[in-house]
């Protein structure tokens, strides 16, 4: 998206995709969408079950990758494929050279569709032209890559930026105006790390003042720390209200870097992604927020785009993508953005556990049961 999306829209947008997402379940699960093609203009498919998906996602130091949507959308290319499917895996390793080379790879291997997180969405590019050249579809999964892409399955990114910063600015309340805050973005390659910080400009500026704003190459910990760290000298320590952090790992280390520099109490800080560690500061205290964005929706609906598009089930694919999305070399890309959520204290039983995400003894170790018994997490 390059223009700045109203939220009120952005909402209304990522409800119609989760319920045409249901609608395209409901359809298949009827009988609807069939292998025959059963209803009027549904195409017949391609492929039958027996089909290879190309999975590339960007590195693991981002928790969830691992532990939610690699498996996830294994299970759901299986279930979709009466177990017949397979799923050929890659993870870059934050190497985008090598993110390359292993989509040329999947090429070369001759998968039927292949879903990339682009770590670079520029140079990725090439190898998708690659791939489009073979005739293998490519959806974009999380970040929006550059290319002849198919589809593309995120979150309304720049709603990501406004729930932090907005959080930020109710955090800060009658204080806001005369408080300084830090912003840690993300990596410059990553085009979704734009989207976050202009939906996050749009909440904060004019209501507070930002002290310093720096970029963290390829979402580093390490560098935002080093990054948290160099504020802290430059701003003064007890001169920082808040801290804008575009994600959870990186919010990790500002929280580390403010401890050791000797803050007696963490001013907010935000996150995304609800990783286990960051619910956990949730609970403590440490960390203000993350965005949780359900990995579940996003990782089950790519992987419903991916078997719909290879076997031409273009009914259930239209249901899937219902908006669009631009980037530097497309135009209206069909696209599904899966709602996101503030998590906070208060919300974690309807969120993370009522989603199946962690159960309250993976949260609530013995190390934080005191915090959890506190805010009433049992």
Same mark, same amino acid.
């Given at each position: 998206?390059?223009?700045?999306?109203?939220?009120?829209?952005?909402?209304?947008?990522?409800?119609?995709?989760?319920?045409?997402?249901?609608?395209?379940?409901?359809?298949?699960?009827?009988?609807?969408?069939?292998?025959?093609?059963?209803?009027?203009?549904?195409?017949?498919?391609?492929?039958? !079950?027996?089909?290879?998906?190309?999975?590339?996602?960007? $590195?693991?130091?981002?928790?969830?990758?691992?532990?939610?949507?690699?498996?996830?959308?294994?299970?759901?290319?299986?279930?979709?494929?009466?177990?017949?499917?397979?799923?050929?895996?890659?993870?870059?390793?934050?190497?985008?050279?090598?993110?390359?080379?292993?989509?040329?790879?999947?090429?070369?291997?001759?998968?039927?569709?292949?879903?990339? !997180?682009?770590? !670079?969405?520029?140079?990725?590019?090439?190898?998708?032209?690659?791939?489009?050249?073979?005739?293998?579809?490519?959806?974009?999964?999380?970040?929006?890559?550059?290319?002849?892409? $198919?589809?593309? @399955?995120?979150?309304?990114?720049?709603?990501?930026?406004?729930?932090?910063?907005?959080?930020?600015?109710?955090?800060?309340?009658?204080?806001?105006?005369?408080?300084?805050?830090?912003?840690?973005?993300?990596?410059?390659?990553?085009?979704?790390?734009?989207?976050?910080?202009?939906?996050?400009?749009?909440?904060? #500026?004019?209501?507070?003042?930002?002290?310093?704003?720096?970029?963290?190459?390829?979402?580093?910990?390490?560098?935002?720390?080093?990054?948290?760290?160099?504020?802290?000298?430059?701003?003064?320590?007890?001169?920082?209200?808040?801290?804008?952090?575009?994600?959870?790992?990186?919010?990790?280390?500002?929280?580390?870097?403010?401890?050791?520099?000797?803050?007696?109490?963490?001013?907010?800080?935000?996150?995304? $992604?609800? $990783?286990?560690?960051?619910?956990?500061?949730?609970?403590?205290?440490?960390?203000?927020?993350?965005?949780?964005?359900?990995?579940?929706?996003?990782?089950?609906?790519?992987?419903?785009?991916?078997?719909?598009?290879?076997?031409?089930?273009?009914?259930?694919? !239209?249901?899937?993508?219902?908006?669009?999305?631009?980037?530097?070399?497309?135009?209206?890309?069909?696209?599904?953005? @899966?709602?996101?959520?503030?998590?906070?204290?208060?919300?974690?039983?309807?969120?993370?556990?009522?989603?199946? @995400?962690?159960?309250? #003894?993976?949260?609530?170790?013995?190390?934080?049961?005191?915090?959890?018994?506190?805010?009433?997490?049992?």
């Amino acid at each position: 998206m390059n223009a700045r999306t109203p939220r009120r829209t952005a909402v209304r947008r990522t409800a119609i995709a989760v319920t045409a997402a249901a609608s395209a379940f409901s359809l298949a699960a009827c009988g609807v969408i069939d292998g025959a093609g059963g209803s009027s203009g549904s195409a017949a498919p391609k492929k039958g !079950d027996d089909i290879t998906v190309g999975l590339l996602l960007p $590195d693991k130091k981002t928790k969830r990758f691992e532990k939610f949507d690699y498996p996830l959308f294994k299970k759901q290319v299986s279930t979709l494929t009466s177990g017949k499917g397979k799923v050929l895996y890659a993870n870059a390793e934050a190497n985008e050279s090598k993110q390359s080379r292993q989509l040329e790879e999947m090429i070369a291997e001759k998968v039927d569709v292949l879903v990339v !997180d682009a770590i !670079d969405a520029k140079a990725i590019a090439p190898a998708i032209q690659k791939a489009h050249d073979a005739n293998i579809p490519v959806i974009a999964y999380d970040r929006l890559a550059e290319g002849p892409i $198919d589809a593309y @399955v995120s979150h309304d990114n720049e709603l990501v930026g406004e729930v932090q910063g907005r959080s930020i600015v109710e955090a800060l309340g009658t204080k806001a105006a005369a408080s300084k805050i830090v912003m840690i973005n993300g990596s410059l390659t990553d085009p979704n790390t734009g989207r976050f910080k202009t939906g996050a400009m749009n909440e904060l #500026q004019g209501k507070v003042q930002i002290a310093a704003s720096y970029n963290t190459k390829d979402w580093l910990p390490e560098v935002a720390k080093a990054n948290m760290e160099t504020a802290i000298r430059t701003v003064g320590l007890n001169n920082i209200a808040a801290v804008y952090s575009a994600n959870d790992g990186m919010a990790g280390a500002v929280i580390d870097a403010l401890k050791e520099a000797g803050a007696s109490k963490i001013p907010p800080v935000t996150g995304q $992604d609800a $990783d286990l560690a960051a619910v956990q500061r949730i609970v403590t205290g440490e960390q203000y927020m993350s965005v949780y964005k359900s990995f579940i929706l996003e990782a089950n609906n790519a992987a419903s785009m991916a078997v719909a598009k290879v076997q031409g089930r273009s009914i259930e694919f !239209d249901a899937l993508t219902r908006d669009s999305v631009d980037s530097p070399t497309e135009k209206k890309i069909p696209s599904m953005l @899966v709602p996101v959520v503030a998590l906070t204290q208060e919300n974690i039983k309807d969120t993370v556990i009522q989603d199946g @995400v962690y159960t309250v #003894q993976d949260i609530c170790t013995p190390e934080y049961a005191a915090a959890c018994k506190e805010i009433g997490l049992e």
